[in-house]
């Protein structure tokens, strides 16, 4: 079965460092996602990116975050300049289609992130 | 804005006994609604959704969840639990109209005692 798969499991990384978080989505899928969950709180949508662009995101995603599709296989989040605040896991998704109805998100096992 | 609620933070139960989750959600239209499960260090695994249709729905490893409007619920069930079960289950509902951003509940953590 198709597989979402992220590198790396665990990531310990400064305060203040970049972080790069890599994902490979399923091969045929077009929308793709980033989640997080900090430990002992719900899951939350951070971006959609369709297209080569995001197509949406919340509030949690701000300037120090961004996304990039560069070649055809993988999905990356980076985190410009980390604080101990974005200690989480973070989960990559995707669907095949935009459409509420037609579409199911498969998530990878998850980049845990632990910032000191 | 569209919301979820799992009333229960966490759940024990038999191996064997039958169990049911509780998932609310707040939605104005027809919603579509998911439970995914999260087993220690694994990812998030679609259990079954409710796009349309039949409102009792069948997923993998046993489970059905029922939708009913009128409660605002989409509660999962399953007849007798085993200890692989155990794990964290998670209520979601698309949030919008267009897209797939998924709104989650808090999650329910499982535990099967044998």
């Known amino acids: 079965e198709p597989e979402v798969t992220q590198t790396p499991s665990h990531q310990v990384t400064q305060m203040g460092q970049e972080v790069i978080l890599r994902c490979v989505p399923i091969s045929n899928h077009l929308y793709f996602y980033w989640y997080r969950q900090i430990l002992g709180q719900k899951v939350e949508f951070l971006v959609s990116f369709y297209n080569n662009e995001i197509s949406e995101k919340s509030e949690i995603f701000d300037d120090q975050f961004s996304v990039e599709r560069p070649d055809g296989s993988n999905f990356t989040l980076k985190i410009r300049s980390t604080k101990l605040e974005d200690s989480a896991m973070y989960f990559c998704?995707?669907?095949?289609?935009?459409?509420?109805?037609?579409?199911?998100?498969?998530f990878g096992a998850g980049s845990r992130l632990t910032v000191l | 804005a569209q919301s979820v609620t799992q009333p229960d933070i966490h759940i024990t139960v038999s191996e064997g006994a039958s169990l049911e989750l509780r998932c609310n959600y707040s939605y104005g239209a027809t919603p579509y609604l998911f439970w995914y499960v999260q087993s220690p260090g694994q990812g998030l695994q679609l259990l079954l959704k409710?796009?349309?249709?039949?409102?009792l729905v069948q997923g993998i490893k046993g489970f059905e969840a029922e939708f009913k409007r009128s409660q605002s619920s989409f509660n999962l069930r399953k007849p007798s639990v085993h200890w692989s079960d155990a794990a964290e289950y998670f209520c979601?509902?698309?949030?919008?109209?267009?897209?797939?951003?998924?709104?989650f509940g808090a999650g329910t953590i499982l535990r099967v005692k044998s």
């Open positions: 998704a995707s669907g095949s289609s935009g459409a509420p109805g037609a579409n199911v998100l498969t």
């Open positions: 979601a509902v698309v949030a919008g109209e267009y897209g797939n951003k998924l709104v």
């Open positions: 409710y796009f349309s249709g039949d409102t």
